[in-house]
């Protein structure tokens, strides 16, 4: 995503999710929070490539437990990749 940091915004926007009690909360398992963006990472309206289709800034941040994000117990991005394959969803395809 360009070099840029969205762990730092979502630090910034967020704090409260990267220390306890709520971190544990959060995430009981690992506790650590991770970055997660809206529209995702893998479609070409994600936060990287905002800028280049003009859009600079509009795309959503929330900071959220690392157990949610990018284990194999409760990852959104599995769960994203399983949705793309089942669904036959190709590289440039509208959705």
């Given at each position: 995503m360009?070099?840029?940091?969205?762990?730092s915004y979502c630090q910034y926007y967020f704090p409260e999710n990267y220390r306890e009690p709520l971190l544990s909360l959060l995430d009981p398992d690992y506790k650590k929070a991770e970055c997660d963006?809206?529209?995702?990472?893998?479609?070409?309206?994600?936060?990287g490539y905002a800028?280049?289709?003009?859009?600079?800034?509009?795309y959503s941040l929330r900071a959220?437990?690392?157990?949610h994000n990018s284990t194999a117990r409760g990852?959104?991005?599995k769960a994203l990749g399983n949705f793309y394959n089942c669904n036959?969803?190709?590289?440039?395809?509208n959705f």
């Open positions: 360009g070099g840029t940091s969205y762990t963006e809206c529209p995702f990472a893998s479609t070409k309206n994600g936060a800028a280049d289709n003009g859009m600079k800034n509009h959220i437990g690392k157990s990852s959104h991005g036959r969803v190709l590289p440039f395809d």
